[in-house]
């Protein structure tokens, strides 16, 4: 009973349970444990050079961290905020595809065939176009921020009236305006 009152009870938003992250930790664990069974077989291994271990072992890793930083317990335990989580989770989400076509190419031994350089080029230019246009966001956002965060924040002064004006960077430093003839705001010190 205690069990089932766990898996419902909610840890953030509320279709965040406590079963789906043990879940989705679980599948990470899981996949990353095979990855990396499988790079171990890859490396140790002296007769074949077969690469299929090798691209199933990188797509079962990036594949199992994605999972992980999906999960806000893993999160939290290694002090990744959420933000850089989601970009982090994106940026794998547009290379994920690159291994993972390695691996189904070299299963079917057309990984050195025309079509399957042609997959793999097409796959590489969504992959770099995903991650210019999330970098492109990313660098917009933080323009955009720093530009709210910059400069003093003028006030306007209105006739016989007198008005404060801030900036924002320095909170200390305070003037006080006057309106100038023509109702222009005027500062003085």
């Known amino acids: 009973m ?3 009152t766990l898996f419902q009870a909610p840890l953030g938003p509320p279709e965040q349970t406590l079963a789906k992250d043990l879940l989705t930790a679980g599948i990470g664990v899981i ?3 095979v990855a990396a069974t499988s790079l171990a077989f890859y490396a140790f291994r002296k007769a074949n050079r077969d690469r299929t271990l090798l691209w199933f072992g990188i797509f079962g890793a990036i594949y199992g961290l994605r999972m992980l930083l999906g999960v806000d317990v893993v999160r939290t335990g290694f002090h990744i905020p959420r ?6 989770s994106l940026l794998i989400t547009y290379f994920i595809q690159l291994p993972g076509l390695m691996f189904a190419l070299s299963l079917i031994d057309a990984l050195d065939t025309r079509l399957g350089k042609v997959m793999l080029a097409v796959a590489g230019l969504l992959a770099v176009a995903g991650c210019t246009s999330m970098l492109l966001r990313i660098v917009r956002k933080t323009f955009q921020r720093e530009k709210r965060n ?5 006030v306007r002064c209105f006739p016989d009236r007198d008005t404060q ?3 924002r ?7 006080k305006c006057n309106s100038a ?9």
């Open 2 to 4: 205690l069990l089932v």
């Open 169 to 175: 960077f320095s909170g200390l430093a305070f003037h």
């Open 83 to 88: 933000p850089v989580a989601g970009d982090a």
């Open 150 to 154: 910059s400069g003093a924040t003028f």
């Open 31 to 33: 996949s990353c444990s």
């Open 181 to 189: 003839p023509g109702g222009r705001p005027r500062a003085t010190h």
């Open 165 to 167: 004006i801030r900036s």
